[in-house]
């Protein structure tokens, strides 16, 4: 009900109650019975901030950015869904979601190609991967020659 422009309390907590921020696009993605379970039922405070992880995750994924950040963050969500580390099950879990439904979708997902990293976004990981040897690099000489790997890459 509607009072004076604004929503009444009851009507604000039953919105509430089911709100996850998340993409239509997504939960397209998801499919219809994963989309439902993150939008149908009321759930505590704890497993919408759960939820909320798993969703970011997919959303980071799914992204066509060539930004680097994100790009980033696109490898990082990908790993996280197929290594299926006892973090990701735990975050699952405390969603009150299979950790196999999730990663059995992202990777259906992967396979279809609905997810795919882009010639630049790889170009990123690359970039990325290099630096990390290059700071674990022991000696100078190896250093030097992932340096030239690196400039390589910035042409």
Not at 2 to 8: E, K, Q, V
Not at 119 to 127: A, D, F, G
Request: charged letters at 35%; proline letters at 3%; a positive charge.
């Amino acid at each position: 009900m509607i009072i004076n422009g604004l929503l009444s309390l009851e009507l604000r907590e039953r919105i509430n109650d089911y709100y996850v921020n998340y993409s239509p696009d997504l939960l397209k993605l998801l499919g219809t019975n994963l989309a439902a379970s993150f939008v149908t039922r009321k759930r505590p405070p704890e497993q919408k901030l759960f939820q909320a992880i798993i969703l970011q995750a997919f959303e980071d994924a799914v992204s066509k950015s060539g930004f680097k950040r994100e790009t980033y963050w696109k490898e990082d969500s990908h790993k996280w869904f197929l290594e299926n580390s006892k973090d990701f099950q735990k975050t699952c879990w405390l969603a009150d979601i299979d950790p196999s439904i999730i990663r059995e979708r992202y990777i259906h997902l992967f396979k279809q190609g609905e997810i795919e990293f882009t010639e630049l976004q790889k170009s990123w990981i690359n970039y990325r991967e290099c630096y990390r040897l290059y700071r674990e690099a022991k000696t100078k000489e190896e250093r030097v020659e992932i340096k030239k790997r690196i400039d390589k890459l910035n042409r």
